[in-house]
């Protein structure tokens, strides 16, 4: 599993990405029609992002919150896993000023 000491590795992601080692899950497909994000803005987003949050437990696979920006460079969270060597993109989404600080990298409350 690519997953070391409780972390995903950002650059391992870029180059799973990039090799086309995807799968895009269905509810993530569901997702990014309905709030408008391309599959380009999502692989922009991890090409310049940085992971903000860990997720070791999550299941199927350990999963990591990465902000980027996409391909217009409006912020963007993506939430993805890594197994065997596959990048798995399980959501993504503009985030919520009313939920996150300024910096989008910590939550309000």
């Given at each position: 599993?690519?997953?070391?000491?409780g972390?995903?590795?950002?650059?391992?992601?870029r180059?799973?990405?990039?090799?086309?080692?995807?799968?895009?899950?269905?509810?993530?497909?569901?997702?990014?029609?309905?709030?408008?994000?391309?599959?380009?803005?999502?692989?922009?987003?991890?090409?310049?992002?940085?992971?903000?949050?860990?997720?070791?437990?999550?299941?199927?696979?350990?999963?990591?919150?990465?902000?980027?920006?996409?391909?217009?460079?409006?912020?963007?969270?993506?939430?993805?896993?890594?197994?065997?060597?596959?990048?798995?993109?399980?959501?993504?989404?503009?985030?919520?000023?009313?939920?996150?600080?300024?910096?989008?990298?910590?939550?309000?409350?």
């Amino acid at each position: 599993m690519d997953f070391e000491e409780g972390f995903l590795d950002i650059e391992k992601i870029r180059v799973h990405v990039r090799q086309g080692d995807v799968v895009w899950r269905d509810h993530a497909m569901k997702r990014l029609r309905e709030r408008k994000i391309s599959r380009e803005d999502v692989r922009s987003a991890i090409y310049n992002g940085e992971i903000i949050e860990d997720r070791p437990d999550d299941i199927p696979t350990p999963s990591c919150l990465i902000l980027g920006a996409n391909v217009k460079g409006r912020y963007l969270h993506v939430i993805c896993g890594m197994l065997d060597e596959m990048v798995y993109i399980i959501s993504a989404y503009y985030p919520d000023p009313n939920k996150w600080e300024a910096d989008f990298v910590t939550r309000k409350g």
